[in-house]
């Protein structure tokens, strides 16, 4: 079944594995198994082997670190191209062209140092550049689409195209290619490098990354915010919040403090609403991240999203789910 592309592979050097566990390649580790895992190490090799998947039309999924996407254990892929190892980048003339799979945490801490301004915020954002900007991925005041010059990118009939970001359509932790209105893989991107007070940057870093840790599950067990920012899109029924709010008063007045409030209040909103068995699944810290802490958290995401649906009314999931 896979002989043309293992022969491309071969032919060409590429680095592959065969039977792979998921488990064993995800961020959470998750996912079933996959029979050819394809981890190309700079763009050249990229290119070609997108080029030939799609000309041999392969079924295949692209990755970059998997730190948003939950492949159930129950599924099987059969290609994974994997980009994680084009790292490569270079600054010139005020810009950074950077491979698909430079890592952001990498590329904001170098750049930051350098006095290169933009970065300040992602130098703890997990994930590669491509998948930034294909998520749309941001902190406070940065987000790697804001910082693109272009992207080129491979199209299922195998032409490369640039494009400007306007052509993505980003919204908040979107774009056309996660919308899946455009289809194709970046396999590269130019970024602006325009200077800044490298004092001033590394602060703002430095507190920044203490602050999300914090605020932070613990990071090989979550895939950042499941949910997309329910409060501003979602709406709890009357009842909950009001049951939310007097429990919360009533804390206050018995002296818990504003972590012991937040921690019982979601306990207790698991609790009223029938769903106190996922509530060791919620993190304490924001209600739209779910922790795979266990084995058991696979069974109880599906009562986390019916919990989210029927709390705060909200399904618009922010992670990919791969069935
Ligand atoms: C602890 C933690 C904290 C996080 N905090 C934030 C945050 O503050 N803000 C935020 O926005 N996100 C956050 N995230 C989410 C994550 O960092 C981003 O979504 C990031 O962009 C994912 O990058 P990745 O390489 O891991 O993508 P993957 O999970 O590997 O892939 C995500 C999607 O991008 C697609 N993709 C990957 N590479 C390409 C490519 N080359 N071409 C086309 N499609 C591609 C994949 O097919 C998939 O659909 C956090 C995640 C974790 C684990």
């Known amino acids: 079944m896979y002989s043309n592309l293992l022969q491309y592979l071969h032919a060409n050097n590429i680095c592959y594995e065969t039977n792979v566990s998921l488990k064993k390649k995800t961020w959470i580790h998750r996912g079933g198994m996959c029979d050819v895992y394809i981890s190309p190490v700079n763009r050249k090799e990229l290119i070609g082997v997108v080029r030939q998947l799609y000309h041999q039309k392969y079924d295949f999924l692209v990755i970059g670190h998997s730190s948003n996407i939950y492949i159930l254990n ?36 170098d750049m930051t140092k350098h006095g290169i301004a933009g970065f300040e915020y992602l130098t703890d954002l997990p994930g590669t550049v491509a998948a930034a900007i294909y998520n749309n991925a941001s902190c406070k005041k940065n987000s790697i689409s804001q910082l693109l010059v272009c992207a080129d990118v491979i199209l299922p009939d195998g032409r490369q195209i640039t494009l ?148 705060y009314r909200t399904q618009d999931l922010e992670i990919e789910v791969v069935k």
């Open 164 to 311: 400007l970001p306007d052509d993505f359509g980003f919204v908040y932790r979107g774009s056309c290619m996660k919308r899946k209105e455009l289809l194709g893989v970046i396999v590269g991107l130019i970024l602006k490098a325009e200077p800044g007070n490298a004092l001033q940057l590394q602060n703002i870093s430095s507190s920044n990354i203490a602050e999300r840790r914090l605020l932070l599950e613990s990071y090989a067990k979550t895939l950042g915010s499941t949910m997309n920012n329910c409060f501003s899109k979602g709406r709890m029924p009357l009842h909950y919040y009001l049951a939310y709010r007097f429990y919360n008063l009533w804390l206050k007045l018995n002296k818990n403090n504003e972590t012991q409030r937040r921690i019982k209040c979601k306990d207790f909103i698991c609790k009223i609403s029938g769903y106190a068995d996922i509530a060791r699944y919620v993190s304490n810290e924001d209600i739209i991240i779910f922790i795979w802490k266990d084995e058991k958290a696979d069974a109880a995401f599906p009562r986390y999203l019916e919990f989210m649906d029927k709390v």
């Open 74 to 109: 129950s599924c099987n892929v059969s290609v994974i191209v994997s980009t994680k190892k084009c790292s490569n980048y270079e600054i010139k003339d005020g810009h950074i062209y950077c491979d698909a799979g430079v890592g952001v945490i990498r590329l904001a801490k």
